[in-house]
């Protein structure tokens, strides 16, 4: 402990270690790698945005990027390649996503240059402790540019600091901006081409302790005339409001109740104009098309298959901009502090809770966000939970049973809705299945041990349109994607198998096809549950991914229904499957493993096939008993 | 790390004691040399001010502001962490 005492300022680099000048742009030979470095939620993903157009996520809290992202930018008519890296206070790695970054510096990432030139982006508004990290980089030899962020928001709290005295100090350019407003960045071009005056370099004292490494930037900062900026009036007076010991899970609770309910109520107008264009374009089409195959396998196999998931594209819009909002605020952060107490009952911690939330979203990034929590134990754990929250892949299947099943009664007035609240059962199902299991694993396999949690809390900040704007867009594209690929592919292949073997030159009843007889095989083993052969279809290829289910039923229904397909999926699905093996079919869904991406990401996570494997056999295991007791539970009150 | 009174005649005491609103220069972190550095990043560092905020319902976890940020640590790590209080 004592040397963390002592402040020893270390002995001197030698000069020819000093960060020399670039004698040629760093465009000049095309293909240059930049890095983008700085301590977490210092506003990297921000400028890494601006520089390159490229989409990539921004939230307000640390640890968003938990993997490196490269985009490009043209400079010159050279393209560079822009590398955005996970956060780091320092450059000894101590959790997975600050390994990724040590690696990237230190040209050890396969596959990957190391970086010609670093722009380091530090939160001009905590400049004194973000300056820790420029030692280390500016030690590495690697052209730097210093980027002073939020210099905007450093200005409005009265904070003050001479980038120029700042520059000649660590012998390299320095430069306020603002990544949110797009304030200062032309200096980047510059610094890359080459035509920014380069301050004399300086000899830099090794340091070896982070208290050294302290108090040598609070001297540089003081040499700068850093004035620190004011607290933050305004997240002050809203923490007391959200960290309130009553008011705060309250505004909570309503928050949650708000998204829920405006999935039903604002997505609903939206969901049925997209369901009416399909189904207008559908008829269109087949007017169009020569003969009944063709008909058949347009119309009834990809418009319906693709077009039932397409539907719900305005639901996932909803909760991903709710999401986002939450996220970019600053907001979540808070929630992830408010959790910690709940999470460390099951053996998690509050690091846990925003990857899980954001599994509410995909579980895939969910699992991937893990990377920021520092213990291993804690973040397997994590990553065996993580698929049991209600991801959006599975709101088109709630929302078709929901509406299929349930009344749209009113409970509290407008407020609350009996479908909402069906649908925030479900959310809650699959939370606690979640919380069972790692309360399970911190009592008997995956005890939990000793650990620490921090957890910074950012200022709260006003998510702007932009971000939250390219994130829809994001999402879109992914959704659409998947429909365009994974589902069409699903819907021909499934309209294959529902219209052979041909008998007499015409496809035959869909219960004696392929897909029919697949079907007729599996539904022994699912006829306790309450689902015929049709339902026994759709579990197969939602193995695939949970959507597909709507898909496939789409497509059987499609087919089957011919010319009276406009009876509506609804409906269809009342005609052959009743209540309680409705609940049994929504169980399933909470709690059942059926996205390969996801057992394809756990896997990489992991490092291995047990994980995955374990994972699956437990969730559909867990899904096959409880949707057992659905049904019949449901059977016995219905008498 | 035994209690008794230093120069400034303030007495060492847990970062834990510390009640909302109160402050204190932090004195010394007793725990894990990884747990103490990655702490000493995130601005606690010995000699440095540090001053209580709001909680998590519950009083579990805590937040301080320390070296310019908010920073929430668990009521278990603030008992390994010395300061002196402000008489």
């Known amino acids: 402990m004592s040397e963390l005492h002592s402040l020893p300022h270390g002995p001197k680099r030698p000069a020819t270690a000093v960060l020399e000048p670039l004698r040629e742009p760093v465009g000049a030979a095309g293909h240059r790698v930049i890095a983008l470095v700085g301590p977490p939620n210092s506003g990297k993903t921000t400028l890494f945005n601006r520089l390159t157009g490229l989409r990539q996520k921004v939230a307000n809290y640390p640890g968003v990027t938990v993997d490196y992202h490269v985009g490009q930018m043209i400079l010159n008519s050279k393209t560079l390649d822009v590398v955005d890296l996970p956060g780091v206070y320092s450059l000894t790695p101590r959790s997975e996503d600050e390994q990724v970054t040590h690696n990237i510096l230190h040209g050890l990432t396969d596959g990957m240059r190391k970086p010609d030139a670093v722009l380091l982006v530090l939160d001009a508004t905590n400049l004194s402790r973000h300056l820790m990290l420029a030692a280390p980089i500016l030690a590495m030899g690697i052209p730097t540019l210093i980027l002073l962020n939020m210099a905007d928001e450093l200005r409005r709290r009265g904070g003050d600091v001479d980038t120029e005295a700042l520059a000649n100090q660590l012998g390299a350019p320095v430069a306020r901006i603002s990544a949110a407003s797009g304030e200062g960045l032309e200096v980047i071009r510059g610094f890359l081409a080459g035509t920014v005056a380069l301050p004399r370099p300086v000899e830099l004292p090794i340091l070896g302790s982070v208290p050294a490494c302290r108090q040598w930037a609070g001297s540089m900062s003081r040499a700068a005339g850093y004035q620190s900026p004011n607290a933050p009036v305004w997240t002050r007076r809203l923490d007391a409001l959200f960290l309130h010991p009553i008011a705060g899970p309250l505004i909570f609770l309503v928050v949650m109740v708000l998204v829920f309910q405006s999935i039903f109520v604002v997505a609903q107008p939206l969901m049925d104009g997209v369901e009416a264009l399909i189904a207008s374009s559908g008829e269109f089409v087949r007017t169009l098309l020569p003969g009944e195959w063709l008909k058949s396998l347009v119309v009834d196999g990809v418009w319906s298959g693709v077009g039932s998931v397409v539907v719900f594209l305005p639901q996932i819009l909803i909760l991903f901009a709710f999401l986002g909002v939450l996220e970019d605020s600053g907001y979540l952060a808070r929630a992830a502090v408010i959790s910690d107490r709940t999470m460390a009952r099951v053996g998690l911690q509050g690091k846990s809770f925003i990857p899980l939330l954001s599994a509410y979203a995909c579980a895939i990034p969910a699992i991937m966000a893990t990377r920021t929590i520092e213990s291993k134990r804690d973040r397997f754990a994590t990553i065996l939970i993580a698929p049991f929250m209600t991801c959006s892949a599975r709101l088109p299947v709630y929302t078709l049973i929901i509406a299929a099943f349930l009344p749209d009664r009113e409970i509290l007035g407008k407020f609350l809705g009996l479908r909402a609240l069906a649908l925030m059962g479900l959310y809650l199902l699959g939370f606690l299945a979640a919380v069972a299991t790692a309360w399970v694993l911190n009592s008997s396999v995956m005890k939990a041990k000793k650990r620490l949690f921090t957890m910074e809390l950012p200022p709260y900040r006003w998510p702007t349109w932009q971000s939250i704007g390219l994130r829809l867009l994001d999402r879109s594209k992914v959704f659409l994607r998947r429909a365009g690929t994974v589902i069409l592919a699903v819907s021909i292949g499934l309209w294959a198998l529902a219209s052979l073997p041909l008998v007499d030159g015409h496809a035959p009843p869909i219960e004696d096809s392929l897909a029919g007889t697949l079907g007729r095989t599996v539904e022994p083993v699912i006829r306790p549950l309450g689902f015929d052969w049709r339902i026994g279809i759709g579990l197969v290829t939602s193995l695939a991914a949970r959507e597909v289910i709507v898909g496939t039923l789409g497509t059987i229904y499609g087919i089957e229904g011919g010319d009276e397909s406009s009876m509506g999926l609804q409906q269809a699905l009342r005609q052959n499957l009743d209540l309680p093996g409705a609940i049994a079919l929504l169980v399933f869904f909470a709690f059942a493993m059926q996205c390969l991406s996801t057992l394809a990401v756990v896997r990489r996570e992991t490092g291995g096939w047990k994980f995955p494997a374990y994972q699956f056999a437990y969730m559909t295991g867990l899904a096959f008993v409880s949707a057992y007791f659905a049904n019949h539970i449901t059977r016995f009150l219905m008498g | ?87």
């Open chain 2, 1 to 87: 790390m035994q209690a008794a009174f230093n120069g400034n005649g303030a007495l060492p005491l847990a970062l834990s004691e510390l009640r909302e609103g109160e402050k204190g220069v932090l004195e010394s972190l007793d725990l894990p040399e990884e747990f103490a550095s990655r702490l000493m990043e995130l601005g606690f560092i010995p000699g440095h001010p540090v001053a209580a905020g709001k909680s998590a319902p519950g009083g579990d976890p805590r937040i301080f502001r320390v070296d310019g940020s908010e920073i929430a640590l668990r009521r278990e790590t603030c008992s390994h962490i010395l300061i002196r209080a402000h008489a």
